[in-house]
Protein backbone atom coordinates (compact mmCIF):
# COMPACT_ATOMS: atom_id res chain seq x y z
CA UNK A 1 0.00 0.00 0.00
CA UNK A 2 0.96 3.68 -0.63
CA UNK A 3 0.59 6.96 1.36
CA UNK A 4 2.25 10.03 2.42
CA UNK A 5 3.51 10.92 5.14
CA UNK A 6 4.57 14.05 7.01
CA UNK A 7 7.70 14.55 9.14
CA UNK A 8 8.68 17.58 10.68
CA UNK A 9 12.46 19.04 10.10
CA UNK A 10 14.75 17.30 12.36
CA UNK A 11 12.59 14.48 13.36
CA UNK A 12 13.75 10.52 14.15
CA UNK A 13 11.62 8.77 11.27
CA UNK A 14 11.10 5.39 11.46
CA UNK A 15 9.58 3.37 8.82
CA UNK A 16 7.89 -0.16 9.21
CA UNK A 17 7.61 -2.45 6.20
CA UNK A 18 4.14 -2.95 6.08
CA UNK A 19 3.20 -6.42 8.07
CA UNK A 20 6.35 -7.64 7.46
CA UNK A 21 7.90 -8.97 10.64
CA UNK A 22 10.91 -7.08 12.23
CA UNK A 23 13.37 -10.04 11.25
CA UNK A 24 12.31 -9.84 7.93
CA UNK A 25 14.93 -9.81 5.08
CA UNK A 26 14.33 -6.56 3.09
CA UNK A 27 15.79 -4.28 1.21
CA UNK A 28 14.82 -0.49 1.63
CA UNK A 29 14.88 2.57 -1.45
CA UNK A 30 14.76 6.28 -1.82
CA UNK A 31 13.45 7.19 -5.19
CA UNK A 32 14.82 4.54 -7.00
CA UNK A 33 17.96 4.25 -5.21
CA UNK A 34 19.00 1.30 -2.32
CA UNK A 35 19.50 2.78 0.88
CA UNK A 36 22.47 1.65 2.51
CA UNK A 37 21.65 -1.22 5.31
CA UNK A 38 23.31 1.15 8.03
CA UNK A 39 20.00 2.63 7.93
CA UNK A 40 18.19 -0.58 9.04
CA UNK A 41 17.79 -2.02 12.24
CA UNK A 42 16.35 -5.18 11.19
CA UNK A 43 13.02 -4.34 8.28
CA UNK A 44 13.12 -0.98 9.80
CA UNK A 45 14.06 1.78 7.66
CA UNK A 46 15.50 4.66 10.29
CA UNK A 47 16.04 8.23 9.64
CA UNK A 48 17.55 10.67 11.86
CA UNK A 49 17.21 14.29 12.37
CA UNK A 50 15.61 14.49 8.63
CA UNK A 51 16.01 17.37 6.41
CA UNK A 52 14.11 18.82 3.40
CA UNK A 53 16.51 16.92 0.95
CA UNK A 54 15.38 13.56 2.51
CA UNK A 55 11.86 14.24 1.31
CA UNK A 56 10.94 11.77 -1.33
CA UNK A 57 9.10 8.18 -2.27
CA UNK A 58 10.83 5.52 -0.02
CA UNK A 59 9.90 1.42 -1.30
CA UNK A 60 9.97 -1.77 0.53
CA UNK A 61 10.61 -4.87 -1.33
CA UNK A 62 11.06 -8.36 0.17
CA UNK A 63 14.56 -9.75 0.18
CA UNK A 64 14.43 -12.81 -2.13
CA UNK A 65 10.90 -12.35 -4.19
CA UNK A 66 11.71 -8.18 -4.54
CA UNK A 67 7.90 -8.20 -4.08
CA UNK A 68 7.08 -4.29 -3.17
CA UNK A 69 5.56 -4.89 0.85
CA UNK A 70 5.39 -0.80 1.24
CA UNK A 71 5.68 2.22 -0.60
CA UNK A 72 5.21 5.78 0.86
CA UNK A 73 5.68 9.58 0.03
CA UNK A 74 7.79 11.05 2.58
CA UNK A 75 6.80 14.87 2.92
CA UNK A 76 9.47 16.61 5.40
CA UNK A 77 8.19 20.02 6.70
CA UNK A 78 7.68 22.85 9.30
CA UNK A 79 4.12 23.35 11.04
CA UNK A 80 3.39 26.98 10.14
CA UNK A 81 4.35 29.93 12.04
CA UNK A 82 1.98 33.00 13.11
CA UNK A 83 0.86 33.73 9.31
CA UNK A 84 0.88 37.77 8.56
CA UNK A 85 -2.26 39.06 7.73
CA UNK A 86 -3.38 42.51 6.15
CA UNK A 87 -6.97 44.29 5.57
CA UNK A 88 -7.23 47.08 3.41
CA UNK A 89 -9.91 49.00 1.86
CA UNK A 90 -8.66 50.55 -1.60
CA UNK A 91 -12.44 50.54 -3.42
CA UNK A 92 -14.35 52.55 -0.22
CA UNK A 93 -17.29 52.45 0.22
CA UNK A 94 -17.89 49.09 -1.97
CA UNK A 95 -15.97 46.82 0.73
CA UNK A 96 -12.19 45.85 1.68
CA UNK A 97 -10.00 42.92 0.81
CA UNK A 98 -7.85 40.39 3.20
CA UNK A 99 -4.66 38.89 2.34
CA UNK A 100 -1.90 36.97 3.96
CA UNK A 101 1.61 34.99 3.65
CA UNK A 102 3.70 33.09 5.97
CA UNK A 103 6.51 34.42 7.24
CA UNK A 104 8.83 31.25 6.52
CA UNK A 105 7.54 28.33 3.72
CA UNK A 106 6.66 25.61 5.54
CA UNK A 107 7.48 22.91 2.65
CA UNK A 108 4.06 20.97 2.73
CA UNK A 109 0.24 22.29 1.77
CA UNK A 110 -0.86 24.28 4.00
CA UNK A 111 -4.95 25.30 4.48
CA UNK A 112 -5.85 28.93 5.19
CA UNK A 113 -9.27 29.39 6.75
CA UNK A 114 -10.32 32.89 7.37
CA UNK A 115 -13.35 34.16 9.59
CA UNK A 116 -14.76 38.09 9.75
CA UNK A 117 -16.82 39.00 12.53
CA UNK A 118 -19.04 42.94 12.32
CA UNK A 119 -19.89 43.02 15.97
CA UNK A 120 -21.87 40.06 16.48
CA UNK A 121 -22.58 39.24 12.80
CA UNK A 122 -20.77 36.72 11.06
CA UNK A 123 -19.53 37.76 7.43
CA UNK A 124 -18.15 35.70 4.26
CA UNK A 125 -14.70 36.57 2.64
CA UNK A 126 -15.15 35.48 -0.97
CA UNK A 127 -11.42 33.85 -1.88
CA UNK A 128 -9.89 35.66 -5.01
CA UNK A 129 -9.09 33.06 -7.56
CA UNK A 130 -5.97 35.47 -8.14
CA UNK A 131 -4.08 35.95 -5.95
CA UNK A 132 -5.27 33.01 -4.13
CA UNK A 133 -3.74 34.28 -0.70
CA UNK A 134 -6.72 36.98 -0.94
CA UNK A 135 -10.08 37.33 -0.15
CA UNK A 136 -12.70 40.60 -0.11
CA UNK A 137 -16.44 41.64 1.62
CA UNK A 138 -18.39 43.68 0.81
CA UNK A 139 -19.41 46.16 3.50
CA UNK A 140 -23.36 45.75 4.37
CA UNK A 141 -22.80 48.66 6.70
CA UNK A 142 -21.20 51.77 5.79
CA UNK A 143 -20.08 54.35 8.86
CA UNK A 144 -20.35 52.01 11.77
CA UNK A 145 -18.15 52.52 14.91
CA UNK A 146 -18.50 48.87 15.39
CA UNK A 147 -15.30 47.15 14.78
CA UNK A 148 -14.20 44.43 12.58
CA UNK A 149 -12.35 41.56 13.59
CA UNK A 150 -10.55 39.17 10.76
CA UNK A 151 -9.14 35.92 12.18
CA UNK A 152 -7.14 33.89 9.81
CA UNK A 153 -5.85 29.88 11.18
CA UNK A 154 -3.11 28.15 9.03
CA UNK A 155 -3.05 24.30 8.91
CA UNK A 156 -1.05 21.47 7.70
CA UNK A 157 -0.43 18.05 8.14
CA UNK A 158 2.32 18.86 10.91
CA UNK A 159 0.50 21.90 13.28
CA UNK A 160 -1.69 24.85 12.78
CA UNK A 161 -1.54 28.44 13.72
CA UNK A 162 -3.22 31.61 13.67
CA UNK A 163 -3.40 35.10 13.71
CA UNK A 164 -6.23 38.19 14.29
CA UNK A 165 -6.67 41.61 13.29
CA UNK A 166 -9.39 44.57 14.21
CA UNK A 167 -9.88 47.55 12.66
CA UNK A 168 -12.71 49.81 12.03
CA UNK A 169 -14.44 50.86 9.25
CA UNK A 170 -12.44 53.92 8.34
CA UNK A 171 -8.78 52.98 9.29
CA UNK A 172 -7.92 50.69 6.58
CA UNK A 173 -9.01 53.02 4.40
CA UNK A 174 -5.70 53.31 1.75
CA UNK A 175 -6.53 54.09 -1.81
CA UNK A 176 -3.61 52.81 -5.14
CA UNK A 177 -1.18 54.75 -5.98
CA UNK A 178 -2.70 57.78 -9.01
CA UNK A 179 -2.67 56.46 -12.47
CA UNK A 180 -1.54 58.02 -15.41
CA UNK A 181 0.90 60.37 -13.70
CA UNK A 182 2.65 62.65 -16.58
CA UNK A 183 4.78 65.50 -16.62
CA UNK A 184 5.74 67.66 -18.74
CA UNK A 185 8.17 71.11 -19.43
CA UNK A 186 6.07 74.04 -20.15
CA UNK A 187 7.32 76.52 -23.42
CA UNK A 188 9.01 79.66 -22.92
CA UNK A 189 9.40 78.47 -18.83
CA UNK A 190 12.91 76.94 -17.76
CA UNK A 191 11.18 76.98 -14.07
CA UNK A 192 8.16 75.22 -14.63
CA UNK A 193 6.59 71.49 -15.03
CA UNK A 194 2.99 70.84 -15.36
CA UNK A 195 2.12 67.37 -13.87
CA UNK A 196 -1.20 65.62 -13.88
CA UNK A 197 -2.43 62.41 -13.00
CA UNK A 198 -5.38 60.32 -12.85
CA UNK A 199 -7.70 58.62 -9.80
CA UNK A 200 -6.68 55.24 -9.40
CA UNK A 201 -9.31 53.03 -11.37
CA UNK A 202 -9.99 51.11 -8.57
CA UNK A 203 -11.57 53.99 -6.29
CA UNK A 204 -15.29 53.27 -7.37
CA UNK A 205 -16.75 56.79 -6.76
CA UNK A 206 -14.08 59.74 -6.53
CA UNK A 207 -16.99 62.06 -7.47
CA UNK A 208 -19.05 61.52 -3.66
CA UNK A 209 -15.77 60.24 -1.66
CA UNK A 210 -12.87 62.63 -3.20
CA UNK A 211 -9.59 62.00 -3.26
CA UNK A 212 -6.69 64.46 -2.03
CA UNK A 213 -3.01 64.11 -3.42
CA UNK A 214 0.69 64.82 -2.19
CA UNK A 215 2.87 65.58 -5.00
CA UNK A 216 6.51 65.20 -4.09
CA UNK A 217 9.65 66.39 -6.51
CA UNK A 218 12.93 66.99 -6.60
CA UNK A 219 15.71 67.26 -9.03
CA UNK A 220 18.05 63.98 -9.79
CA UNK A 221 21.32 65.52 -8.29
CA UNK A 222 19.69 66.69 -4.94
CA UNK A 223 18.38 63.98 -2.33
CA UNK A 224 15.68 66.46 -0.60
CA UNK A 225 11.90 65.97 -1.88
CA UNK A 226 9.57 69.42 -2.05
CA UNK A 227 6.00 68.47 -0.74
CA UNK A 228 2.67 69.95 -2.22
CA UNK A 229 -0.64 68.88 -1.10
CA UNK A 230 -3.74 69.23 -2.43
CA UNK A 231 -6.86 69.25 -2.20
CA UNK A 232 -8.96 69.00 -5.28
CA UNK A 233 -7.49 68.55 -8.78
CA UNK A 234 -5.39 66.12 -10.76
CA UNK A 235 -2.89 68.46 -12.13
CA UNK A 236 -0.13 71.08 -10.24
CA UNK A 237 2.05 73.09 -11.93
CA UNK A 238 5.61 73.69 -10.46
CA UNK A 239 6.77 76.76 -10.40
CA UNK A 240 10.35 76.56 -8.60
CA UNK A 241 12.06 73.90 -10.76
CA UNK A 242 15.85 74.45 -11.18
CA UNK A 243 16.08 75.26 -14.54
CA UNK A 244 17.60 72.78 -17.05
CA UNK A 245 17.69 69.94 -14.19
CA UNK A 246 15.99 66.53 -14.65
CA UNK A 247 13.33 65.90 -12.08
CA UNK A 248 11.66 63.08 -10.45
CA UNK A 249 7.81 63.70 -9.40
CA UNK A 250 5.76 61.08 -7.45
CA UNK A 251 1.89 61.66 -6.09
CA UNK A 252 0.27 59.94 -3.95
CA UNK A 253 -3.50 59.82 -2.60
CA UNK A 254 -5.92 59.57 0.33
CA UNK A 255 -9.33 59.80 0.85
CA UNK A 256 -10.90 63.42 1.82
CA UNK A 257 -12.19 63.03 4.95
CA UNK A 258 -10.39 59.05 6.55
CA UNK A 259 -7.57 56.62 6.23
CA UNK A 260 -4.11 57.05 5.14
CA UNK A 261 -2.18 57.69 2.29
CA UNK A 262 -1.30 55.63 -0.51
CA UNK A 263 2.08 55.00 -1.90
CA UNK A 264 4.07 56.65 -4.06
CA UNK A 265 2.83 56.78 -7.58
CA UNK A 266 5.21 55.37 -10.56
CA UNK A 267 7.80 58.11 -11.01
CA UNK A 268 8.34 60.02 -13.44
CA UNK A 269 11.08 62.40 -14.84
CA UNK A 270 10.92 65.14 -16.55
CA UNK A 271 13.64 68.44 -17.17
CA UNK A 272 12.16 71.93 -17.79
CA UNK A 273 12.61 73.61 -20.72
CA UNK A 274 15.51 75.17 -21.98
CA UNK A 275 15.97 77.74 -24.59
CA UNK A 276 17.32 75.91 -27.88
CA UNK A 277 21.34 76.60 -28.49
CA UNK A 278 22.37 78.53 -31.45
CA UNK A 279 24.14 77.19 -34.29
CA UNK A 280 27.83 78.35 -34.52
CA UNK A 281 30.00 78.84 -37.67
CA UNK A 282 32.28 82.43 -36.31
CA UNK A 283 34.32 83.20 -32.98
CA UNK A 284 31.74 86.21 -33.00
CA UNK A 285 28.76 83.88 -32.87
CA UNK A 286 30.56 81.87 -30.13
CA UNK A 287 30.86 84.72 -27.95
CA UNK A 288 26.92 85.81 -28.82
CA UNK A 289 25.83 82.07 -27.72
CA UNK A 290 27.81 82.48 -24.86
CA UNK A 291 25.74 85.86 -23.71
CA UNK A 292 22.40 84.12 -24.68
CA UNK A 293 23.01 81.31 -22.63
CA UNK A 294 23.83 82.97 -19.44
CA UNK A 295 20.34 84.17 -19.72
CA UNK A 296 18.46 81.25 -20.24
CA UNK A 297 21.34 79.01 -17.37
CA UNK A 298 20.11 79.96 -14.35
CA UNK A 299 21.39 79.13 -11.02
CA UNK A 300 19.57 77.35 -8.33
CA UNK A 301 19.04 80.19 -5.16
CA UNK A 302 21.20 79.03 -3.21
CA UNK A 303 24.12 78.20 -5.61
CA UNK A 304 27.12 80.21 -5.41
CA UNK A 305 28.75 81.18 -8.88
CA UNK A 306 31.66 83.40 -8.13
CA UNK A 307 32.61 86.41 -6.43
CA UNK A 308 31.42 89.89 -6.85
CA UNK A 309 34.51 91.25 -7.71
CA UNK A 310 34.80 88.93 -10.65
CA UNK A 311 31.96 90.23 -12.49
CA UNK A 312 31.68 91.43 -15.89
CA UNK A 313 29.30 93.03 -17.74
CA UNK A 314 26.39 94.57 -15.94
CA UNK A 315 22.68 94.01 -15.72
CA UNK A 316 21.36 90.67 -16.70
CA UNK A 317 24.16 89.27 -18.97
CA UNK A 318 26.34 90.01 -15.68
CA UNK A 319 29.02 87.30 -15.61
CA UNK A 320 32.03 86.33 -13.82
CA UNK A 321 35.53 85.18 -15.45
CA UNK A 322 35.22 81.77 -14.35
CA UNK A 323 31.57 81.50 -15.20
CA UNK A 324 32.23 82.87 -18.39
CA UNK A 325 34.80 79.53 -19.08
CA UNK A 326 32.60 77.53 -17.94
CA UNK A 327 29.85 77.99 -19.64
CA UNK A 328 31.73 78.76 -23.15
CA UNK A 329 33.04 75.13 -22.41
CA UNK A 330 29.20 73.88 -22.14
CA UNK A 331 28.36 76.23 -24.92
CA UNK A 332 30.95 74.92 -27.51
CA UNK A 333 29.65 71.10 -26.35
CA UNK A 334 26.25 72.16 -28.58
CA UNK A 335 28.11 73.36 -31.66
CA UNK B 1 -41.29 72.93 -13.40
CA UNK B 2 -41.37 72.49 -9.49
CA UNK B 3 -39.73 75.88 -7.33
CA UNK B 4 -36.94 73.31 -5.77
CA UNK B 5 -35.79 72.90 -9.18
CA UNK B 6 -35.57 75.74 -10.27
CA UNK B 7 -32.11 77.16 -11.52
CA UNK B 8 -32.01 79.42 -8.36
CA UNK B 9 -32.47 77.04 -6.59
CA UNK B 10 -30.19 74.31 -7.78
CA UNK B 11 -27.14 76.91 -7.21
CA UNK B 12 -28.75 77.60 -3.77
CA UNK B 13 -29.02 74.12 -2.89
CA UNK B 14 -25.30 73.82 -4.27
CA UNK B 15 -24.27 76.71 -1.95
CA UNK B 16 -26.15 74.71 1.08
CA UNK B 17 -24.43 71.65 0.07
CA UNK B 18 -20.54 73.44 0.24
CA UNK B 19 -21.07 75.24 2.95
CA UNK B 20 -22.31 72.40 4.69
CA UNK B 21 -19.92 69.62 3.85
CA UNK B 22 -17.46 72.40 4.67
CA UNK B 23 -19.19 72.63 8.27
CA UNK B 24 -19.37 68.62 9.03
CA UNK B 25 -15.43 68.73 7.99
CA UNK B 26 -14.83 71.25 10.57
CA UNK B 27 -16.91 69.79 13.06
CA UNK B 28 -15.03 66.45 12.59
CA UNK B 29 -12.01 67.79 13.27
CA UNK B 30 -13.05 69.51 16.54
CA UNK B 31 -15.09 66.32 18.07
CA UNK B 32 -12.04 64.46 17.16
CA UNK B 33 -10.16 66.54 19.04
CA UNK B 34 -12.36 66.79 21.35
CA UNK B 35 -12.66 63.05 21.94
CA UNK B 36 -8.67 62.74 22.68
CA UNK B 37 -9.29 65.48 25.30
CA UNK B 38 -12.32 64.04 26.85
CA UNK B 39 -10.77 60.68 27.17
CA UNK B 40 -7.44 61.95 28.68
CA UNK B 41 -9.51 63.93 31.14
CA UNK B 42 -12.02 61.83 32.05
CA UNK B 43 -8.90 58.94 32.70
CA UNK B 44 -10.84 56.72 30.03
CA UNK B 45 -9.02 53.87 28.00
CA UNK B 46 -8.90 55.12 24.33
CA UNK B 47 -9.89 51.84 22.76
CA UNK B 48 -12.29 51.09 25.07
CA UNK B 49 -15.45 49.48 23.15
CA UNK B 50 -18.42 51.02 24.58
CA UNK B 51 -22.45 49.10 23.75
CA UNK B 52 -24.75 51.16 21.85
CA UNK B 53 -26.25 54.20 24.04
CA UNK B 54 -29.85 54.49 24.36
CA UNK B 55 -30.58 57.54 22.62
CA UNK B 56 -27.57 58.14 20.61
CA UNK B 57 -28.04 57.76 17.00
CA UNK B 58 -26.23 55.11 14.76
CA UNK B 59 -24.73 56.60 12.06
CA UNK B 60 -24.35 52.69 10.85
CA UNK B 61 -26.50 52.84 7.75
CA UNK B 62 -27.06 49.51 5.34
CA UNK B 63 -27.59 50.48 1.53
CA UNK B 64 -26.48 53.95 2.41
CA UNK B 65 -26.13 54.24 -2.02
CA UNK B 66 -29.73 53.60 -2.46
CA UNK B 67 -31.13 56.37 -0.12
CA UNK B 68 -33.32 59.47 -1.15
CA UNK B 69 -32.35 63.05 -0.87
CA UNK B 70 -35.04 63.42 1.91
CA UNK B 71 -33.89 60.18 3.97
CA UNK B 72 -30.69 61.49 3.96
CA UNK B 73 -31.88 65.26 5.12
CA UNK B 74 -34.35 63.81 7.93
CA UNK B 75 -32.02 61.55 9.38
CA UNK B 76 -29.09 63.61 9.75
CA UNK B 77 -31.53 66.68 11.38
CA UNK B 78 -32.97 63.91 13.81
CA UNK B 79 -29.71 62.84 14.27
CA UNK B 80 -28.24 66.77 15.21
CA UNK B 81 -31.00 67.41 17.17
CA UNK B 82 -30.35 64.57 19.23
CA UNK B 83 -26.97 65.40 19.67
CA UNK B 84 -27.44 68.72 20.30
CA UNK B 85 -29.77 67.10 23.21
CA UNK B 86 -27.05 65.24 24.53
CA UNK B 87 -24.55 67.12 24.24
CA UNK B 88 -25.96 69.89 26.52
CA UNK B 89 -26.44 66.92 28.67
CA UNK B 90 -23.02 66.55 28.96
CA UNK B 91 -22.14 69.80 29.71
CA UNK B 92 -24.01 69.87 32.59
CA UNK B 93 -22.98 66.51 34.01
CA UNK B 94 -18.97 67.88 32.89
CA UNK B 95 -19.83 71.06 35.15
CA UNK B 96 -20.82 68.77 37.80
CA UNK B 97 -17.99 65.90 37.97
CA UNK B 98 -15.35 68.73 37.65
CA UNK B 99 -16.81 72.20 38.00
CA UNK B 100 -14.65 74.76 37.50
CA UNK B 101 -11.61 72.54 37.31
CA UNK B 102 -11.62 71.61 33.75
CA UNK B 103 -13.08 74.94 32.14
CA UNK B 104 -11.02 74.03 29.22
CA UNK B 105 -13.04 70.59 28.48
CA UNK B 106 -16.23 72.23 29.33
CA UNK B 107 -15.10 74.95 26.54
CA UNK B 108 -14.39 72.46 23.77
CA UNK B 109 -17.61 70.62 24.35
CA UNK B 110 -19.71 73.93 24.61
CA UNK B 111 -18.21 74.57 21.20
CA UNK B 112 -18.88 71.81 19.81
CA UNK B 113 -22.41 71.95 20.66
CA UNK B 114 -22.61 75.07 19.01
CA UNK B 115 -21.15 73.97 15.43
CA UNK B 116 -24.03 70.80 16.12
CA UNK B 117 -26.97 73.40 16.50
CA UNK B 118 -25.51 74.78 13.55
CA UNK B 119 -25.27 72.29 11.60
CA UNK B 120 -28.67 71.15 12.39
CA UNK B 121 -29.86 74.75 10.91
CA UNK B 122 -28.42 74.51 7.95
CA UNK B 123 -30.08 71.14 7.57
CA UNK B 124 -33.49 72.73 8.29
CA UNK B 125 -32.41 75.24 5.36
CA UNK B 126 -32.07 72.42 3.16
CA UNK B 127 -35.24 71.39 4.07
CA UNK B 128 -36.83 74.03 3.79
CA UNK B 129 -35.45 75.34 0.28
CA UNK B 130 -37.05 71.58 -1.22
CA UNK B 131 -39.91 72.86 0.48
CA UNK B 132 -40.03 69.45 2.45
CA UNK B 133 -41.85 70.02 5.88
CA UNK B 134 -39.44 70.43 8.89
CA UNK B 135 -40.16 67.38 11.17
CA UNK B 136 -41.35 69.24 14.46
CA UNK B 137 -39.16 68.60 17.63
CA UNK B 138 -41.14 66.44 20.52
CA UNK B 139 -42.62 69.49 22.83
CA UNK B 140 -41.76 67.00 25.98
CA UNK B 141 -38.86 65.41 24.53
CA UNK B 142 -38.05 62.11 25.48
CA UNK B 143 -38.08 60.43 28.59
CA UNK B 144 -35.51 61.69 30.68
CA UNK B 145 -32.81 58.75 31.06
CA UNK B 146 -32.49 56.86 34.60
CA UNK B 147 -29.73 58.36 36.22
CA UNK B 148 -26.73 57.02 35.49
CA UNK B 149 -23.34 56.15 37.63
CA UNK B 150 -20.27 58.98 37.26
CA UNK B 151 -18.45 56.10 35.32
CA UNK B 152 -21.78 55.27 33.24
CA UNK B 153 -21.63 59.16 32.32
CA UNK B 154 -18.26 59.00 31.37
CA UNK B 155 -18.54 55.90 29.02
CA UNK B 156 -21.79 57.59 27.33
CA UNK B 157 -20.01 60.70 26.83
CA UNK B 158 -17.35 58.28 24.96
CA UNK B 159 -20.09 56.61 22.81
CA UNK B 160 -21.64 60.03 21.82
CA UNK B 161 -18.57 61.18 20.72
CA UNK B 162 -17.70 58.59 18.85
CA UNK B 163 -20.87 58.56 17.16
CA UNK B 164 -20.98 62.57 16.33
CA UNK B 165 -17.84 61.74 14.46
CA UNK B 166 -18.94 59.05 12.89
CA UNK B 167 -21.92 61.27 11.57
CA UNK B 168 -19.94 64.31 10.60
CA UNK B 169 -17.94 62.19 7.96
CA UNK B 170 -21.50 60.52 6.80
CA UNK B 171 -23.00 64.30 6.54
CA UNK B 172 -20.27 65.39 4.52
CA UNK B 173 -20.70 61.93 2.24
CA UNK B 174 -24.81 62.34 2.01
CA UNK B 175 -23.96 66.36 1.08
CA UNK B 176 -22.19 65.54 -1.92
CA UNK B 177 -24.70 62.81 -2.89
CA UNK B 178 -27.29 66.15 -2.72
CA UNK B 179 -25.19 68.10 -4.39
CA UNK B 180 -24.34 65.77 -7.34
CA UNK B 181 -26.11 67.17 -10.86
CA UNK B 182 -28.71 65.31 -11.45
CA UNK B 183 -27.81 63.29 -15.02
CA UNK B 184 -30.97 63.81 -17.34
CA UNK B 185 -31.28 67.47 -16.77
CA UNK B 186 -28.42 68.07 -14.93
CA UNK B 187 -30.33 70.04 -12.12
CA UNK B 188 -29.68 68.78 -8.71
CA UNK B 189 -31.58 65.38 -8.44
CA UNK B 190 -35.32 66.22 -6.80
CA UNK B 191 -35.05 65.00 -2.76
CA UNK B 192 -37.95 62.14 -3.48
CA UNK B 193 -35.84 60.61 -6.73
CA UNK B 194 -33.12 58.15 -5.40
CA UNK B 195 -29.47 60.11 -6.16
Not at chain 1, 42 to 67: A, M, P, R, T
Not at chain 2, 133 to 160: A, C, N, Y
Amino acid sequence: DSHTQYERVGADVTMKCGSMEWDAAVTWTANGTDIDESHLNGSYLILKNVDLSQSGQYSCYEGSSWHLKYQTYLKVGMPPKEPVLTCRSNNYPKGFYCSWHLPTPTYIPNTFNISVIHGTKDMVCEKDAVPKNRCHIRYLQLFSTVKYKVTLTVTNALGKNYTAVTFDEFAIVKPDPPESVVAKPVPNNPRRLEVSWQNPSSWPDPESFPLKFFLRYRPLILDQWQHVELSDGTSHTITDAYAGKEYIIQVAAKDNDIGTWSDWSVAVHATPWTEEPKHLTTEAQITETTSASTSSFMAPPTTKICDKGAVVGSGAVAVCWTAGLVVAAYSVLFI
Amino acid sequence: MAAADSPSAALRRRDLCSRGIRLAGKMRADVVDLLDAYVERQGLDASASVAAVEGVPLAAVERWDEQTGTQRLLENLAAYRAFRALLAQMLDEQREQLGEADAGLGRALAAVLLQVSAFAYHLEELLRLESRGIPGEEEDGPPPPPRLSIFEQKLRGLGVLRELAQWAVRSARDLRQLAKPSPATGAAPGLAESP
